[in-house]
């Protein structure tokens, strides 16, 4: 890991949250994480660029756009996103959900 930043993190009496960017030699991943305290479930929203694909863009330019949006800002994701289409960025969204029962 070259560099990772935790942009957000808390929890309340229903969710843990926190949401990432973090960097290596060869890509840069936006990481929005949730899980309900008391479900069992685990969320992961996940944006990966891939740094040979995407020489325009760095992981301080990411990690500024995202700071620039309200902490509390839903859909960051989707702002995130069009930020990246905007600049011509390609990368790879995934939605990743895990459930343990007892």
Do not use: A
Not at 7 to 16: A, D, P, V
Not at 41 to 54: A, Q, S
Not at 67 to 81: A, I, V
């Amino acid at each position: 890991m070259i560099n990772s930043v935790t942009l957000r993190s808390g929890e309340n009496q229903l969710f843990h949250w926190s949401d990432s960017i973090s960097e290596d030699d060869t890509r840069i991943v936006y990481l929005e994480h949730t899980f309900p305290v008391k479900s069992g479930m685990e969320y992961e929203n996940t944006l990966e660029i891939l740094k040979k694909e995407n020489l325009n863009i760095t992981f301080n330019e990411c990690l500024e756009f995202l700071k620039t949006l309200n902490k509390s800002s839903e859909k960051k994701m989707d702002k995130f996103k069009e930020f990246l289409d905007v600049k011509g960025v390609k990368y790879k969204h995934s939605l990743w959900d895990r459930w343990e029962r007892d």
